[in-house]
């Protein structure tokens, strides 16, 4: 038995993954300001930190990507409800290794980062419980 999605639940998932987009692009936004933060360790560590906030950005953007063009091409499909939770778990993973370390800095954003990022996860996961 198929599930029976209405556009509603789409829309939902539109938002919620332009959410996952709009954090990508504030976390990308923020580099420049969290790489002066830690201006007193070395060189090389600062660009594994610029390349690591980078890359979480990017990642946030993909997700984000990919649930709202799932949502707009293929509305009402199971396949992109899977494709939905899929991407909320891999981010609700992400944030366990986040929260594992950032939990850990005496930096506010670093420490609001995996707050953020539970939200965008939960509102992944909303948008499929959705019917």
Same mark, same amino acid.
């Given at each position: 038995?198929?599930?029976?999605? +209405?556009?509603?639940?789409?829309?939902?998932?539109?938002? +919620?993954?332009?959410?996952?987009?709009?954090?990508?692009?504030?976390?990308?936004?923020?580099?420049?300001?969290?790489?002066?933060? @830690?201006?007193?360790?070395?060189?090389?560590?600062?660009?594994? @930190?610029?390349?690591?906030?980078?890359?979480?950005?990017?990642?946030?953007?993909?997700?984000? +990507?990919?649930?709202?063009?799932?949502?707009?091409?293929?509305?009402?499909?199971?396949?992109?409800?899977?494709?939905?939770?899929?991407?909320?778990?891999?981010?609700?993973?992400?944030?366990?290794?986040?929260? +594992?370390?950032?939990?850990?800095?005496?930096?506010?954003?670093?420490?609001?980062?995996?707050?953020?990022?539970?939200?965008?996860? @939960?509102?992944?996961?909303?948008?499929?419980?959705?019917?």
């Amino acid at each position: 038995m198929t599930p029976d999605f +209405s556009i509603s639940t789409s829309l939902v998932r539109i938002l +919620s993954g332009m959410l996952c987009i709009v954090f990508g692009v504030v976390h990308i936004m923020m580099t420049g300001a969290m790489a002066k933060e @830690f201006k007193f360790i070395i060189t090389a560590h600062r660009k594994i @930190f610029i390349m690591t906030w980078i890359v979480q950005g990017l990642f946030f953007l993909s997700i984000g +990507s990919i649930v709202t063009l799932l949502a707009i091409v293929w509305p009402l499909g199971t396949v992109s409800i899977l494709v939905t939770r899929v991407c909320a778990a891999v981010l609700f993973c992400l944030v366990l290794v986040i929260g +594992s370390t950032g939990s850990q800095s005496e930096k506010i954003l670093i420490r609001a980062e995996p707050i953020a990022a539970v939200a965008a996860a @939960f509102a992944l996961l909303a948008a499929c419980a959705i019917q």
